[in-house]
């Protein structure tokens, strides 16, 4: 699901820090990838609540990236044994209120449109789509 560069007019503005800092899109999905890496090793709810709502004072649309950058990653690199503590994740800020229902199914177009071509690389992502559209809907 990568796609090209974006253009000056389509790149997502830089966010600004309390601190004064400019935290650019990539470092916000680097950070979005650190809060995935840590969840995999703890599973500490209350870490992943204080990581989202930092990222989500520093943009408040960081839900959609959050989003965005987990499902972009369980589509292309994900490890079987990492599909589910993954999904939890998601669900998790959902239920919390970190992230919405319209950031998860933006996030989640392209995967469902071209679900195919990622099956070739991740035969779970039939699993995952399913897993996670129940979770959603309950």
């Given at each position: 699901?990568?796609?090209?560069?974006?253009?000056?007019?389509?790149?997502?503005?830089?966010?600004?820090?309390?601190?004064?800092?400019?935290?650019?899109?990539?470092?916000?999905?680097?950070?979005?990838?650190?809060?995935?890496?840590?969840?995999?090793?703890?599973?500490?709810?209350?870490?992943?609540?204080?990581?989202?709502?930092?990222?989500?004072?520093?943009?408040?649309?960081?839900?959609?990236?959050?989003?965005?950058v987990?499902?972009?990653?369980?589509?292309?690199?994900?490890?079987?044994?990492?599909?589910?503590?993954?999904?939890?994740?998601i669900?998790?800020?959902?239920?919390?209120?970190?992230?919405?229902?319209?950031?998860?199914?933006?996030?989640?177009?392209?995967?469902?449109?071209?679900?195919?071509?990622?099956?070739?690389?991740?035969?779970?992502?039939?699993?995952?789509?399913?897993e996670?559209?129940?979770?959603?809907?309950?």
């Amino acid at each position: 699901m990568a796609s090209g560069p974006a253009s000056a007019s389509t790149r997502a503005p830089p966010v600004v820090m309390g601190t004064g800092e400019i935290l650019s899109e990539e470092k916000l999905k680097l950070r979005v990838d650190n809060m995935r890496k840590e969840w995999l090793q703890n599973k500490d709810e209350k870490e992943l609540y204080l990581t989202a709502d930092e990222l989500l004072v520093i943009n408040p649309g960081a839900g959609r990236t959050i989003t965005r950058v987990n499902i972009d990653y369980v589509a292309a690199d994900c490890k079987a044994a990492e599909l589910k503590p993954i999904i939890e994740m998601i669900v998790h800020l959902h239920k919390n209120k970190k992230v919405s229902t319209p950031d998860i199914e933006s996030a989640m177009a392209d995967l469902v449109e071209f679900i195919d071509s990622f099956a070739c690389d991740n035969p779970q992502v039939f699993h995952f789509v399913g897993e996670l559209f129940l979770c959603i809907c309950k």
